[in-house]
C-alpha cells in the first residue's frame, strides 16, 4: 500500500494485535494511543469518535463500533507510562458516540473549546 505505514511499538501485550482480514494489526484502543503520539489533539478526538461511532447501516457492513470509550479509557489507563498517555487523556474527555464525521467532531471542537 502507497500510504500505509508500517512500525512496531516496542512493546505489545497479545490483546493489542487483532487479525482484520487476515492482517496482524494494531487494536483499535492501541492505534488510538500509538495516534496520540503523533497528531494534534483535535484530530485524535475525531479518531476517537470515529472508533466509538454506532455504524450506520446502509453505509457500512459492520453493526458494531470498533471500540468504547470506556474500553479507550481503560487501555489508556493501563498504560500509563506510554508516550502519548497526556494528549489521549486529553482527547478523551471530548470523545463521544454520535458524531458521524470529522467536520462534525472540528464542529463541537470549536464550540467546546471556544475557537
Do not use: C
Amino acid at each position: 500500500l502507497p500510504n500505509a505505514v508500517v512500525h512496531r511499538p516496542m512493546k505489545v501485550g497479545d490483546t493489542e494485535v487483532i487479525d482484520l482480514d487476515g492482517i496482524q494489526v494494531s487494536s483499535p484502543e492501541r492505534t488510538f494511543l500509538e495516534l496520540a503520539v503523533i497528531i494534534p489533539v483535535p484530530a485524535l478526538i475525531a479518531a476517537g469518535d470515529q472508533l466509538v461511532r454506532i455504524p450506520k447501516k446502509a453505509y457500512e457492513p459492520r453493526g458494531l463500533p470498533w471500540t468504547s470509550i470506556s474500553a479507550l479509557r481503560d487501555f489508556v489507563s493501563a498504560h500509563p507510562h506510554t508516550p502519548g498517555v497526556p494528549a489521549a487523556k486529553d482527547a478523551l474527555r471530548l470523545i463521544r458516540v454520535g458524531a458521524d464525521s470529522a467536520p462534525e467532531t472540528a464542529l463541537t471542537f470549536a464550540r467546546t473549546s471556544g475557537q
